[in-house]
């Protein structure tokens, strides 16, 4: 398994960690579903998971699982499917919703898995908190964790490259920083990480006034 890099100064995991901790319970009670209302995220999420199933029947991991309502959905799909989050709150409140699933405290930076392990691997709008600097150490560490063939689904915000801080969410104190990338860039990292792309999508903001959401497939080379 995977170590981080020693030489690099992983203070936004812990800033996500604890902002996370923080505004859980109030981010759960507003989100419960994520993906409620955007049927085509939930058609891409269909897709994804047709593609994985299609391939093998290794496990998928969902990277950034928050409340754990997307997990769930992959599971009603039927696809074996555990998740991931950086906050233990969070992953509380997961297995507090659904007690059927698995969901287990981790950093993508470092995944806590064996080398080829997963069929495919999801992370909606969770690579968003991710400098620039880091984005191939985390898709390095996705690679590793993919057998030949396996899948990646990213969701971002997207826009023009650009970086905002936020320092309160939910009437709580934060410390998060948000990159908001342009997806050729989100591609041209996933390339060099060994992670090919297979489509892009980017839908436009709806009713809520949010940015435009970009979706990347890429599968894992050799």
């Known amino acids: 398994m995977s170590q981080p890099n020693a030489l ?4 936004f995991v812990q800033n996500a960690r604890e902002s996370y901790d923080a505004i859980a319970e109030e981010y759960t009670r507003r989100f419960p ?4 209302h955007r049927p085509l995220d ?3 999420l269909r897709g994804f998971a047709e593609l994985v199933k299609g391939r093998g029947s290794e496990p998928v991991a969902d990277v950034g699982s928050g409340p754990g309502d997307v997990t769930a959905r992959l599971h009603d799909l039927g696809v074996p499917v555990f998740g991931v989050d950086v906050s233990p709150r969070m992953v509380a409140l997961a297995r507090r919703a659904h007690p059927q699933l698995r969901f287990h405290v981790g950093s993508m930076d470092s995944l806590d898995l064996p080398d080829r392990t997963l069929g495919g691997l999801l992370a909606l709008y969770s690579v968003i908190h991710v400098p620039d600097e880091y984005l191939p150490v985390v898709f390095g560490e996705f690679r590793r964790v993919l057998v030949p063939g396996g899948y990646l689904l990213l969701a971002f915000q997207t826009g023009e490259d650009e970086e905002q801080r936020l320092t309160e969410r939910f009437g709580c104190e934060v410390a998060l920083d948000c990159f908001w990338r342009d997806p050729e860039t989100v591609v041209a990292h996933l ?11 980017v839908l436009e903001p709806d009713e809520d006034g949010t940015r435009p959401r970009a979706f990347v497939l890429a599968r894992r080379s050799g």
Do not use: Y
Request: hydrophobic share 50%; charged share 25%.
């Open 33 to 36: 579903d994520g993906l409620g």
């Open 191 to 201: 390339a060099k990480a060994g992670l090919e792309l297979q489509a892009r999508v």
């Open 8 to 11: 690099l100064d992983l203070g």
């Open 42 to 44: 939930r058609a891409l």
